[in-house]
């Protein structure tokens, strides 16, 4: 497995954060994670749960399937931030963060049961 580059302490996150319903401490972009201070293990396995994700859409299909899936949650009727946590991939990150062997034992595609 092989994990995304983490960088700490950058302003980008809190950028996002201005156009986000939510206030973005990390995010993850392809292979890269930026984060807006220092990372704790768990914002680590959360971001690298993300990169799993997108490296099995192929990047392209995960940015597709995210803003899709939100967008499905809006209309639906959820504020902006009920929209974001109902996101399957968010789903399995943050049920997963707290689990140091996930990486390990995870399946792929796991986030299509999060639907």
């Not at 959360?46 to 990047?59: A, D, F, P, R, V």
Request: no cysteine.
């Amino acid at each position: 497995m092989a994990l995304p580059i983490f960088i700490e302490n950058s302003k980008v996150p809190v950028w996002l954060s201005y156009l986000s319903p939510i206030e973005i401490s990390a995010i993850t972009l392809g292979p890269v994670v930026l984060s807006s201070g220092t990372m704790s293990e768990n914002t680590r396995r959360h971001e690298t749960i993300h990169w799993e994700q997108y490296k099995e859409l192929l990047i392209v299909g995960f940015i597709f399937l995210y803003l899709l899936f939100w967008l499905r949650n809006l209309l639906s009727g959820l504020d902006g931030k009920g929209a974001y946590m109902n996101i399957p991939f968010e789903k399995e990150a943050y049920e997963n963060h707290d689990d140091r062997g996930y990486l390990f034992h995870r399946k792929r595609y796991a986030w299509w049961s999060y639907r």
